[in-house]
């Protein structure tokens, strides 16, 4: 258990909101990822934190944004759901040497009407 | 062309048999390679990673590498109910940006 947890774990909201999904990890790892994952996608990388203050963006960042104040929390935000949003978000974090070996969060639900 | 391409499937295996899930990858310079299961509902998780040429086995799972064809595979021996799952193939692609290419996943299932 890598100590990840997602805030909330499931959220409806409107068109034109703006909400904010939270990621919290208690280890202390520089790499955090935030993905998003629908049929037919697989996972697809929204933005990545390599530390504080660090962040860069995925394949799929239009309409998100990303911060990171503090290393055990990065948060993504939703500037303006839309419906094409609707997705199941994961947070995951690496290990430190090798990127790849993620382990991820239990997921966030998100629903824009 | 997709970074990472795998069969979206079901593949369907009777139990006992093997199983063989196959992903392709677009970028020749990558370097590390990585198998995720994931349960329906779930996240995924990591079972195996492999960074070169030949097979890698743990356990009943084994993993196998070409980087001249751009493939890579995993292989369930003595495929098992509990086995039935989706396989995400993940791909380092060792650009400047130091996060995954993940493929869109096989759906596994084992029939008792």
């Known amino acids: 258990d890598a100590g990840i947890t997602q805030s909330p774990r499931h959220k409806v909201t409107e068109t034109g909101t703006p909400v904010t999904l939270r990621c919290h990890q208690t280890e202390n790892h520089r790499y955090m990822y935030w993905y998003r994952q629908d049929p037919g996608h697989g996972l697809r990388l929204i933005h990545y934190s390599y530390g504080v203050k660090d962040t860069d963006k995925g394949e799929v960042s239009d309409g998100y944004s990303v911060s990171r104040s503090k290393t055990e929390d990065f948060l993504l935000t939703l500037e303006s759901a839309t419906s094409s949003q609707t997705s199941v978000y994961f947070c995951a974090i690496s290990l430190g040497t090798d990127l790849g070996e993620q382990y991820f969060g239990p997921g966030t639900r998100l629903t824009v009407t | 062309q997709k970074e990472v391409e795998q069969n979206s499937g079901p593949l369907s295996v009777p139990e006992g048999a093997i199983a063989s899930l196959n992903c392709t990858y677009s970028?020749?310079?990558?370097?590390?390679f990585f198998w995720y299961r994931q349960y329906s509902g779930k996240s995924p998780e990591l079972i195996m990673s492999i960074y070169s040429n030949g097979d890698k086995e743990d356990g009943r799972f084994t993993a196998q590498l070409n980087k001249a064809s751009q493939y890579v595979s995993l292989l369930i021996r003595d495929s098992q109910p509990s086995d039935s799952a989706t396989y995400l193939c993940?791909?380092?692609?060792?650009?400047?940006?130091?996060?995954?290419?993940f493929g869109s996943g096989t759906r596994l299932q084992v029939q008792p």
């Open positions: 970028d020749r310079v990558s370097q590390s």
């Open positions: 993940a791909v380092n692609p060792n650009t400047g940006r130091r996060a995954l290419t």
